[in-house]
């Protein structure tokens, strides 16, 4: 597997292309063909770590990819590295041009760029494609400016991504990721009440800088490293009204007909479908009942799917 990189690793001349590439999605992917087309250099991607938004209005950025799980797909679409730039005040503040020169052209050494129509950098956003042109005149360095996608709803983006998972909306998410939505936590120890009332649950420890679909239950795959197959799963995504209604947001996985200590595991959950919002019960032997029939409902669901 490829690995995250400083600039000062990087393995060059580079065929690069630039921008956070968060979720992987159609748009992301022909930029990703054009730097893989250039096969006498290092296909490269460069991203700015955190985001700029974070460092300069301190807004939280949650991730649909982390850097981490971006690395088997980049390596799958022949992507070569994955550069990290740290982000700062300082580097916000450099002008377009001494970003070209100083970065793109001394440090990673790049031969070709490949960019979207609307890319804009350096400093209060001032450097956009005809700054590129400019700064590779009489050099050997080629430019390939990707046009914006769009469908038929609209231009395809992550933000459309984020929008459709926070509506749970999960197989439209999917289909312009051009996969399956996933994320991956260590199971942690809970308060046990899953067991007490039947129904075991696995505990997850999320990064919290990835972004989670829409607060529910959902029917579920769930995998992890100590078993071949994914496991039909049913998932609380959010508080639990029920048990504990100051509780935080949570992820519980209960694995419907397996009786396994997961405790310490790391699983990937692959949500499919949600099946109801949250209620809050006045009891915990009504809550039973209703994850008995949420467990009925996300089996006929994999039927469906199988």
Known sequence: MISLISPSEIKAPTSIAIGSFDGLHEGHRKLIE??????????????????????????????LDLPEEKLPLLENLGIEQLVLIPFDKKLSKLSANYFLK????NQLQTKSISVGENFRFGY?????????????????IALNIIPLLEDQYGRISSSRVRELLLNSDLDNASKLLQRPYSFSGKVVKGKGLGKEIGFPTANLEIDGRKFLPGVGVYAAWTSTAKFKDKIPSIMNLGPQPTIDPLSPSAVEVHLIDQNINLYDFKLTIQPIKKIRSQIKFPNLSELSQQIENDRNMAKEIFKIIK
Do not use: M
């Open 124 to 140: 209060k956003r001032e450097g956009d494609i005809n700054t590129i042109r400019e700064s590779i005149k009489n050099q050997n």
């Open 34 to 63: 054009s730097v893989v087309q250039n096969s006498q250099y290092i296909p490269t991607i460069a991203s700015f770590w955190p985001h700029p938004r974070e460092v300069l209005f301190g807004e939280t950025r949650l991730r």
């Open 102 to 105: 100083d970065i793109l052209f």
